[in-house]
């Protein structure tokens, strides 16, 4: 059974003026195997965030899931859960971490107190076992006793992030989803937190969910890979697969306009344009107005689901035709 | 990280020297209110009526009012009376206040629409006319009364003030942070908005004390307050207002008391203000 299985997200949300709803996730489907990284990339606007947080149903009103979209924890409807259930398993089966940490902690209260508030929201503990327990939490992602009362003003931004994931790991999740969580650090401190969370993988056999915007950040670590464009799922594929061959246009894009250390003289190529505006998705495939290789029924019908062997499917007009043949 | 939440305000307003002048003054005032009344003379002995208001002196150190009335055994009787109203007045402000504007910021939506539409209406009415209305209907209005009043007609303000304050935190990213991490929607209210709203929570406090002794001053001028010849400092002040420039002493020393009482409480809010933030610690 999957750790995460998602089928057909979309998010929507109510236009300013007139009827109707304008869906800024727009049919995501992915699924993360148990002890598995899977990593979601894609440009800013793809709609990486907003799926993180329609995972635990926390999208900002008027947000709301479309009917027809099914997430399933542990094989769980998410979708059905009543407010209590949908608590416990928020930091319970499920850790979230956010992109910001500096703003991510309330100011009002200590590292240690962070952990505390979610160890007690999920097991009934005593104030001492559960300081305690925190501690140790605290020392395994690497934040020492010293610490443990230091409020977050006083604390690094990788502290910061350190104590988020600690807060994260406090019920003993069997998933847990990062957003973009070393976006707001430098770089040593990137590589640093993501050696913290592959080892937090491998010792307690957790699924990892990783958003990043960053293909050379992802290259190394993650399992699978799956590319995010406007709203939709386009390209998904096991790592090396992928980074060897990109099926999707937008893939080779993407990897044309990353910068890569094997090979220092290869020309950067930024993608002309930039994503589409959610409330006027473009018709057909929604990459085909930047897209370099598009013909004829890509500005009209949208491409299917073409899969490419073995867990890897892209959806392109390049891989499949109209008929559905391969 | 002992002493319970009451203790560790205490001990953050002692922390900073105008924080100490205040707790000092207000625990001075609190003290002499309890403690030295058995030691002063009746408030309401008139030692000698014909000789009106007298100088302050050895046996009058605060002279008396044109009654006779010794002024320093009013000043003193008149602060249980009106430190009493001002704060549990305030205090029921503050909790009403507070109840309705956080539940109007984080529920929103229509039950914020309808609880602010009826705060705005309310607030159309000066706070003074709803009071006289309302204490009109007494003939003398018992203590109880008055104080629920005060505290049931100050609220408004501060319901605003604490529903800006949550909406402004609402999406902030610690909230969201907090319950995506199993806070329920209570512990979010109680445990990271109630406190991060306490700043101004403090202010609006401080600034409350200092409004309902004046308001208290003001309707115990109109006969409405509290009852002569029960002494409160705001009733002194205005039944020295014949003898204002015969007996300056008669208004000088309970206007003296009402202005130490509010610049006591505003140096303890502002010293709480500063340390209750970790920023500023």
């Known amino acids: 059974m999957s750790a995460l299985s998602v089928s057909n997200l979309r998010v929507r949300f109510p236009r300013r003026r007139g009827e109707g709803w304008f869906h800024p996730v727009d049919g995501v489907t992915l699924s993360v195997e148990p002890g598995e990284m899977l990593a979601v990339v894609g440009e800013s606007g793809s709609g990486k965030s907003l799926t993180c947080l329609a995972l635990l149903r926390l999208l900002p009103p008027p947000g709301e899931i479309a009917a027809g979209s099914a997430i399933r924890v542990d094989g769980a409807d998410v979708l059905a859960l009543d407010a209590e259930g949908l608590r416990q398993l928020r930091g319970g089966k499920v850790g979230m971490v956010f992109q910001d940490p500096a703003a991510s902690l309330d100011p009002l209260y200590t590292a240690g107190a962070h952990v505390i508030e979610a160890l007690r929201a999920h097991h009934r503990l005593t104030a001492a076992a559960a300081r305690a327990r925190a501690i140790e939490l605290l020392r395994e992602v690497g934040v020492g006793r010293d610490r443990v009362d230091a409020y977050p003003h006083q604390l690094s931004g990788g502290q910061r992030q350190r104590v988020m994931i600690a807060a994260a790991l406090a019920g003993e999740p069997t998933l847990l989803i990062a957003d973009e969580p070393t976006s707001a650090l430098d770089v040593t401190v990137q590589a640093q937190l993501l050696d913290l969370l592959g080892e937090l993988r491998a010792r307690r056999g957790m699924a990892i969910l990783f958003v990043s915007h960053d293909l050379a950040l992802v290259a190394t670590r993650a399992d699978r890979v799956t590319v995010m464009y406007a709203g939709k799922v386009v390209e998904t594929g096991p790592t090396s697969a992928l980074f060897a061959d990109p099926a999707h246009p937008y893939t080779r894009a993407l990897l044309a306009a990353t910068p890569s250390l094997n090979e220092p003289d290869r020309v950067i190529e930024p993608i002309p344009g930039g994503v589409p505006d959610p409330k006027a998705w473009p018709p057909g495939c929604r990459f085909h107005p930047r897209c370099a290789a598009r013909f004829e029924p890509c500005d009209t019908r949208e491409p299917e689901w073409f899969p490419l062997g073995a867990e890897r499917h892209a959806q392109c007009w390049l891989h499949g035709n109209a008929n559905g043949d391969p | 990280m002992r002493g319970g939440p009451l203790g560790r305000l205490l001990a ?223 009733g002194m002040i205005l039944e020295a207002r014949p003898v204002l420039i015969t007996a300056p002493w008669t208004s000088l020393f309970p206007g003296l008391a009402i202005a130490c009482t509010v610049l006591a409480g505003n140096l303890v809010g502002d010293a709480l203000q500063a340390s209750l933030d970790p920023r500023t610690a």
């Open chain 2, 12 to 234: 953050a307003a002692w922390r900073a020297p105008g924080g100490r002048t205040g707790l000092l003054l207000l625990l001075g005032f609190g003290a002499l209110a309890t403690l030295a009344p058995p030691f002063l003379t009746d408030p309401a002995t008139m030692s000698d009526v014909t000789a009106g208001a007298m100088a302050p002196s050895m046996a009058h150190p605060f002279g008396t009012d044109h009654l006779s009335r010794d002024v320093l055994s009013r000043v003193i009787n008149g602060a249980r009376i009106s430190l009493v109203i001002a704060l549990v007045a305030v205090a029921v402000s503050l909790v009403l206040g507070a109840g309705v504007g956080m539940v109007a910021g984080y529920v929103g939506g229509a039950v914020d629409a309808i609880l602010m539409r009826l705060v705005d209406g309310a607030r159309a009415i000066p706070r003074l006319f709803l009071l006289l209305l309302l204490i009109l209907v007494w003939e003398r209005i018992p203590l109880t009364a008055l104080i629920l009043v005060l505290g049931f007609t100050g609220w408004l303000g501060t319901s605003r003030l604490v529903r800006g304050e949550v909406l402004r935190l609402r999406h902030a990213p610690f909230i969201l942070a907090a319950r995506s991490l199993g806070a329920s929607p209570y512990r979010v209210l109680r445990v990271h908005l109630l406190p991060n709203v306490a700043g101004p929570l403090i202010v609006a406090a401080t600034l409350g004390l200092g409004e309902v002794i004046l308001l208290e001053a003001g309707l115990s001028f109109l006969g409405l307050g509290v009852q002569p010849p029960t002494p409160s400092w705001g």
